[in-house]
């Protein structure tokens, strides 16, 4: 008997130590966010060299023990952990996030647990940049075929205001409003005058208020209400003119009258009125304002009917200086910023990257894969396109050992390690015995 047989154990020996090494680093990694476990994969030996038909056609070939020919990782999807961290993103599907490293380098990550350092950059816990689209078109929408940088939200960050062009208030004005009679010394119209008020905004972003004044009027004598008499008003402290004694604390910016049909369909004005504005004592510049009295389709937003003064609605287009005040990040992996003023705002958009041979990534530690000949270059886009999964915020995905396979696969390389140690031990009482025969 030849020595063979030490050598085929001791590979055994080997290759099954091995395997229990890469269960054992499953399970220490069992609580690692986004872990992909590995499985070692075995190849036998076989002396090739001799190798020579028998007289039933089968090989002689006597094999050689075993070798472990590689760990294949397994990137099935881990379960989902819900948590309250807004930069906490989970991959649902497949793809990989799109990581810089210190030193430049690319590199990739399951691993979603990100959060923001001292700079406004958003990094994992090992201080390694996220990847994103961070271009944007004329009217600030980010471009997802653009340019990929750093994601850098800033502590701070301010949305800048925007003027106000225009209002559209909906609102009804009663058609059984009493007029003054001139009768009487009292103002009859008072209890019924009404107005709709609005915020707007100037180019500085400071708010200011515009008041529209209606008043029922008489305008033929025979005491009936036939129009409203409209008034459009700003504070006059608000407005870089001079303010003489006895002068109203209003401003009357423009004026008209407002008629309606026996149906209580406003007949004029006949078109939307611009009211043009005097500088401001913010310092800002002079403005017209557009109220909006018909819709796109050309309808009337203002009607009278039997029923009390009332606005239904009212919306203008301006906003004030707003301060970043949390994050929100879609499926598709768009940051949006929501702001202290109303304004949503895309800010970037997550790099996520796809490979023909996930299996053949490069393990780099931390969390991360680095590209390899196995693997292929990788493909970057965004998420839900090009059979990328979905981004999940506030969640993470973890760690997709399972711990009942890996005890089961431990016992089985236990009894592996067992079995080839008792081949050694058989070869050495054999060859102890060859030694005998000499005595």
């Known amino acids: 008997m030849g020595q063979n047989a030490f050598y085929t154990g001791l590979s055994g020996l080997r290759a099954h130590s091995a395997a229990i090494n890469v269960i054992g680093n499953n399970l220490a990694n069992v609580n690692t966010v986004g872990y992909k476990s590995g499985r070692a994969s075995f190849g036998d030996y076989f002396n090739v060299s001799g190798a020579r038909l028998g007289g039933n056609g089968s090989t002689n070939q006597v094999g050689l023990g075993v070798g472990m020919v590689g760990v294949q990782q397994l990137f099935n999807q881990g379960a989902l952990q819900p948590t309250e961290v807004e930069t906490d993103l989970a991959l649902q599907g497949n793809g990989f996030f799109y990581l810089k490293t210190s030193d430049g380098m690319s590199a990739f990550s399951r691993a979603g647990n990100f959060s923001f350092d001292a700079n406004g950059d958003l990094v994992d816990p090992s201080g390694n940049k996220v990847q994103g689209y961070i271009e944007k078109d004329s009217q600030g929408r980010i471009i997802p075929t653009g340019a990929i940088g750093d994601i850098n939200i800033p502590v701070g960050m301010t949305a800048p205001p925007a003027v106000t062009t225009y209002f559209e208030p909906r609102f009804n004005l009663n058609s059984e409003a009493q007029v003054d009679d001139p009768a009487t010394t009292v103002d009859e119209s008072e209890p019924f005058q009404f107005s709709v008020g609005t915020s707007v905004y100037d180019s500085r972003g400071v ?188 969640a993470l995905e973890l760690s997709n050992v399972d711990i009942t396979e890996q005890f089961t696969s431990l016992i089985v390389a236990e009894r592996g390690y067992q079995a080839n140690s008792r081949v050694i031990t058989t070869a050495d009482s054999v060859l102890q015995e060859t030694l005998a025969i000499k005595r």
């Open 207 to 394: 708010e200011h208020n515009l008041t529209i004044q209606f008043v029922p009027q008489d305008s033929d004598g025979d005491g009936r209400l036939d129009q409203w008499a409209w008034e459009a008003r700003v504070p006059r402290e608000d407005l870089d003119i001079t303010i003489n004694p006895g002068d109203p604390d209003y401003y009357v910016v423009d004026s008209g009258t407002m008629t309606f049909d026996g149906d209580g369909n406003m007949v004029t004005p006949a078109a939307n009125i611009s009211l043009s504005i005097p500088a401001w004592s913010s310092g800002a510049s002079a403005q017209t304002v557009e109220w909006r009295l018909y819709d796109s389709q050309g309808s009337g937003l203002a009607h009278s009917y039997a029923e009390n003064s009332a606005v239904e609605s009212i919306s203008q287009d301006g906003y004030g200086l707003g301060r970043l005040h949390s994050l929100s990040i879609d499926p598709d992996g768009l940051v949006s910023g929501v702001f202290t003023n109303g304004q949503t705002l895309e800010l970037a958009q997550l790099a996520i990257a796809s490979f023909n041979n996930p299996d053949g990534l490069f393990r780099r530690g931390d969390n991360t894969y680095l590209t390899s000949v196995g693997s292929g270059q990788a493909a970057i886009g965004t998420a839900q396109t090009g059979g990328r999964g979905a981004i999940v915020s506030r």
